[in-house]
C-alpha cells in the first residue's frame, strides 16, 4: 500500500522560500510510470495543482507559479521536495503530495496535507 | 478563479441520484479525455474516485460513474447514501503538461 507523507515548517515569514518533503513508502520513487506532485488548498476553498517531478528529474509547473517554484526528487531516500521563493499570505494552503498518473492526469493517492501559514 | 466550473452545492435524499457538472473548455475537457473526480471530506485529504472519464479505482462502488460530452464531464452518485456527503472536485489535463480544477461541488444529502 503506497502512502505519502508531507513534512516541513508549519509557519513562513512573507518574503521567505516555503520548503516541503514527500516522503513515499510502498513504492519506489525511481518507478519510470508515475510522477510525483505537489496540490494546494486554501482554507475554505478548492484546489490547485502546483506541479510535478518524474525520476529522471524533468520538472512541469503551473504556469501561474513559474518563477517561484521548484520540485526535486532524492531517489536514494525515496523523497521528493517542494520550494516556493517570496512567498506571500496567498500562499498559506493546506500541501498534499501526491502520485501523479502523467499524462493521464489524475492522482492517487494523496498525503495526509500539511498546513502551511505565510505569516510575520 | 477555477479553470473549470462547477456548481457550488447540489444535494439529494438518500436513495436518489445527482449528477454533478464540470465544464471546461475545448483547452482541456473539450480536448482530453483525461478528466478525474475526487471525494473530499471535511478535514480529510482528497480521494480518487474516477479517472480518465468513467474509470472507477479499485474499491469504488459501482454507484459513481462519469461521463463526459463536449467540454463538459459529469459525475454521477446513484443511491445516495450518507456518507457520500462530501465535496467533490473534478479535473483535467489541460496540455502543455498542466492540469486544472474545478472550484468543487459540496453534495449533501439531506
Known amino acids: 500500500q503506497v502512502q505519502l507523507q508531507e513534512s516541513g515548517p508549519g509557519l513562513v515569514r512573507p518574503s521567505q522560500t516555503l520548503s516541503l518533503t514527500c516522503t513515499v513508502s510502498g513504492d519506489s520513487i525511481s518507478s519510470v510510470t508515475y510522477y510525483w506532485g505537489w496540490i494546494r488548498q486554501p482554507a475554505g476553498k478548492g484546489l490547485e495543482w502546483i506541479g510535478r517531478v518524474y525520476v529522471s528529474g524533468i520538472t512541469n509547473y503551473n504556469p501561474s507559479l513559474k518563477g517561484r517554484v521548484s520540485i526535486s526528487i532524492d531517489t536514494s531516500k525515496n523523497q521528493f521536495s517542494l520550494t516556493l521563493t517570496s512567498v506571500t499570505a496567498a500562499d498559506t494552503a493546506v500541501y498534499y503530495c501526491?502520485?501523479?498518473?502523467?499524462?493521464?492526469?489524475?492522482?492517487?493517492?494523496w498525503g495526509q496535507g500539511t498546513l502551511v501559514t505565510v505569516s510575520s | 478563479q477555477s479553470a473549470l466550473t462547477q456548481p457550488p452545492s447540489a444535494s439529494g435524499s438518500p436513495g436518489q441520484s445527482v449528477t454533478i457538472s464540470c465544464t471546461g473548455t475545448s483547452a482541456d475537457i473539450g480536448t482530453y479525455g483525461y478528466v478525474s473526480w475526487y471525494q473530499q471530506h471535511p478535514g480529510k485529504a482528497p480521494k480518487l474516485i474516477m479517472f480518465e472519464v468513467n474509470k472507477r479505482p479499485s474499491g469504488v462502488p459501482y454507484r459513481f460513474s462519469g461521463s463526459k460530452s463536449g467540454k463538459t464531464a459529469s459525475l454521477t452518485v446513484s443511491g445516495l447514501q450518507v456518507d457520500d456527503e462530501a465535496s467533490y472536485y473534478c479535473?483535467?489535463?489541460?496540455?502543455?503538461?498542466?492540469?486544472?480544477f474545478g472550484g468543487g461541488t459540496k453534495l449533501t444529502v439531506l
Open positions: 501526491v502520485r501523479d498518473a502523467d499524462y493521464a492526469a489524475w492522482f492517487d493517492p
Open positions: 479535473s483535467s489535463y489541460a496540455g502543455n503538461n498542466n492540469v486544472v
